[in-house]
């Protein structure tokens, strides 16, 4: 009982310590960065340390709770546990699966490591792939704050409930039919020998999970960034008098802005300019496709995967979209 509540405050005591040093690391980068850039006389650069430092403070309090989370399922949650909640029949198991999304308020960084445990843990990886894209996009906080963000629009928020949980669960029906086991490939170190349980297994999946995720993060901020200063505003503004190419612009742009979805519904809401489908489609598409999503899924399930289930992901999500905005909206 004692080792337990010694190993129980050395995690605590690693989580605050570890959300300590990021919080003073991206603290520093977004200090230093403007300041570097100032001094180079290069106003291109202190834009592209702006959107760098934003993503990431966006998505690193969302990636620790999602590493905690798979931490804890790994070390605690039996495999029975999954056995029970889940229908032994896949193509029921995904929607299933899909509505539970909304027991995890976080976004996309949170649900990659989260699904990368409940697949070691057992679960089917259709049921497990379908968590991954709802969780980001059907839990409360971000369907209040698509209330918030469209005040009077009740049909805005259900549009996104339905798009959304529609696309997951296509997605996951589509994995059953066409997916192969040689595209996915999980950490193969706690594969093989099953991951460790109690305090001990929690501390090692806390410590690997973040780091290897953590790395990857960094990297699709750091293209978000890029293509934030490289693409001129006047090319966006070609395609705001066509509805079908606003869909697709804003999907497009979804994928590479990277905005949190508990808060890409209030930049949605400020493109006025584009009709309502469009800007429910870049709300639908971000949680699920972005590209610090793409690279989070190749580091934890490999390039081959991340690939196609993405590109697949945003012609569902798309599709998904144009139908229930077209119906709701």
């Avoid at 027991?103 to 991954?132: D, H, I, N, T, Y």
Wanted: hydrophobic content about 60%; proline content about 6%; some cysteine.
């Amino acid at each position: 009982m004692a080792d337990g509540l010694r190993l129980a405050v050395r995690a605590l005591v690693y989580a605050v310590l570890g959300g300590t040093a990021l919080i003073a690391i991206v603290t520093v980068v977004s200090v230093l960065g403007p300041m570097l850039a100032l001094d180079l006389y290069t106003p291109a650069v202190a834009a592209w340390w702006t959107v760098f430092t934003a993503v990431v403070v966006q998505g690193v309090p969302f990636l620790l709770l999602g590493t905690v989370v798979s931490a804890g399922i790994g070390a605690f949650v039996p495999e029975r546990v999954f056995q029970r909640l889940l229908p032994r029949n896949q193509a029921l198991a995904v929607p299933v699966a899909g509505a539970a999304g909304v027991v995890l308020p976080g976004c996309e960084c949170a649900s990659v490591p989260v699904a990368g445990s409940l697949m070691r843990r057992g679960v089917a990886p259709a049921a497990a792939l379908a968590f991954l894209l709802s969780a980001p996009a059907v839990n409360p906080v971000v369907l209040v704050a698509t209330s918030i963000a469209f005040p009077g629009q009740p049909a805005m928020v259900l549009a996104r409930l339905a798009a959304s949980l529609t696309a997951a669960v296509v997605m996951g029906w589509l994995w059953i039919r066409f997916g192969k086991d040689e595209w996915l490939r999980l950490p193969k170190g706690r594969r093989k020998s099953g991951p460790p349980s109690g305090w001990n297994g929690f501390l090692a999946g806390l410590r690997h999970d973040f780091l290897h995720a953590g790395g990857f993060l960094v990297v699709g901020a750091a293209a978000a960034a890029t293509f934030n200063i490289a693409v001129p505003r006047s090319v966006l503004d070609v395609f705001t008098g066509s509805a079908w190419l606003a869909v697709l612009l804003l999907a497009v742009l979804a994928v590479v802005l990277c905005v949190c979805s508990e808060a890409d519904a209030f930049v949605a809401a400020s493109l006025s300019g584009f009709p309502p489908t469009a800007r429910l489609a870049f709300m639908v598409v971000g949680p699920m496709v972005d590209l610090k999503l793409v690279a989070l899924q190749t580091g934890t399930f490999g390039r081959s995967f991340a690939v196609r289930f993405s590109a697949t992901t945003w012609v569902v999500a798309v599709t998904s979209s144009v139908l229930v905005g077209w119906w709701l909206l």
